[in-house]
């Protein structure tokens, strides 16, 4: 059983940044590929960013250069650092657990609620 459980967002202005989290309860965490996923309102869920358990990451052409994703194996703990957000980065973040390095959300099995981001002036 895999469980995850977001953190961090919230409502910001354009240019600002902010740093997601998600913890992951599950045994054997470490082996796990995690990665960010956002829907925004009626739009389809895209995949954001996708690490694996070696490190490996990988961005959507949208959030390069601005998003960085990492984990902290020891505390089983995945981030998003997002910087220069704009308004078109809204949405409701959801990471998810697979074992499958890509951005298709068809892949990942285990997935979090999310945690609402809002960019505006």
């Known amino acids: 059983q895999v469980q995850l459980m977001e953190s961090g967002g919230g409502s910001v202005q354009p240019g600002e940044s902010l740093t997601l989290s998600c913890k992951v309860s599950?045994?054997?965490?470490?082996?796990?590929?995690l990665a960010w996923f956002r829907q925004a309102a009626g739009k389809e869920r895209e995949g954001v960013a996708v690490?694996?358990?070696?490190?490996?990451?990988r961005y959507a052409d949208s959030v390069k250069e601005r998003f960085s994703i990492s984990r902290d194996n020891a505390e089983n703990i995945l981030y998003l650092q997002m910087n220069r957000l704009k308004p078109e980065d809204t949405a409701m973040y959801l990471c998810?657990?697979?074992?499958?390095?890509?951005?298709?959300?068809?892949?990942?099995?285990?997935w979090g609620q999310g945690t609402p981001v809002t960019v505006s002036a």
């Open positions: 690490i694996d358990s070696d490190g490996q990451t």
């Open positions: 599950a045994y054997a965490a470490n082996t796990y590929t």
């Open positions: 998810a657990a697979g074992s499958y390095f890509g951005l298709s959300d068809i892949s990942f099995g285990f």
